[in-house]
């Protein structure tokens, strides 16, 4: 079974428009950590933002939140405001406490943000 | 300081060549990962270090080499690669067992 599903490969979103990214993942660890990363086309892999499974306010980073729904698990990415600059590949990302080191990605959403 | 650095960004190798990918972070973290990325695809594991010693190997296969000379440093060797292991290297690092992880800029392998 897929551990992080993200069931939207591509989204458009208007500039200054918000925007949500779904992710769902599959874990029976009550300790576990969720991530968004994006990747522009240059490559590089930037953090964006962490929850934890203990967590009991959702995270948040400037304009990015995640909309963390334990019973559902569901750990959806809301980015506001959206800039041109955020036309890109979103990965959510999980990493339970008892697999050591081991990440988990999902497929990706890539966004593209319309002027 | 948060950076990962990564050499070289771009590397073309035919398939008889032997080069090797470096890694380096300053962070003190003590789990370092290399990872495989092609186009429009997540990022594939192939190894983890902890304690520069070699704690996972995903079934990766012998022409891929990797080395972790010391806390700071990961290396990847190549050697007698296939056209299909053309994709973008990425070298992470992280605390052992901490939930977050560091990505560097990573490398574009093209096997000619």
């Known amino acids: 079974a897929q551990k992080i599903t993200q069931t939207q490969p591509g989204m458009f979103v208007q500039e200054k428009e918000a925007v949500t990214l779904d992710c769902t993942y599959d874990?029976?660890?009550?300790?576990?950590?969720l991530f968004w990363y994006k990747q522009p086309s240059s490559g590089e892999m930037i953090f964006l933002i962490y929850?934890?499974?203990?967590?009991?306010q959702n995270a948040t980073e400037g304009r990015y939140s995640l909309n963390f729904q334990k019973a559902r698990k569901s750990a959806n990415l809301v980015i506001s405001a959206s800039q041109l600059g955020d036309s890109a590949m979103y990965f959510c990302?999980?990493?339970?406490?008892?697999?050591?080191?081991?990440?988990?990605f999902g497929t990706g959403t890539s966004l593209t943000v319309i002027p | 300081d948060t950076e990962v650095t990564q050499t070289p960004k771009h590397l073309v190798m035919g398939m008889t060549n032997k080069k090797s990918l470096k890694c380096e972070q300053h962070?003190?973290?003590?789990?370092m990962y290399w990872y495989k990325q092609k186009a429009k695809k997540p990022p594939e594991l192939m190894f983890v270090?902890?304690?520069?010693?070699?704690?996972i190997n995903e079934s990766v296969p012998s022409r891929f080499s990797p080395e972790c000379p010391n806390s700071s440093l990961l290396n990847l060797h190549l050697h007698a690669l296939q056209p299909e292991d053309s994709a973008l290297y990425l070298c992470?690092?992280?605390?052992?067992?901490?939930?977050?992880?560091?990505f560097g800029p990573g490398t574009r392998l093209t096997v000619t």
């Open positions: 962070m003190g973290h003590r789990a």
């Open positions: 874990t029976s660890d009550q300790s576990y950590g």
């Open positions: 270090y902890s304690y520069e010693k070699l704690s």
């Open positions: 992470a690092s992280s605390q052992v067992n901490a939930y977050e992880q560091y």
């Open positions: 929850q934890g499974s203990y967590d009991e």
């Open positions: 990302a999980m990493r339970e406490a008892n697999t050591g080191n081991q990440f988990y």
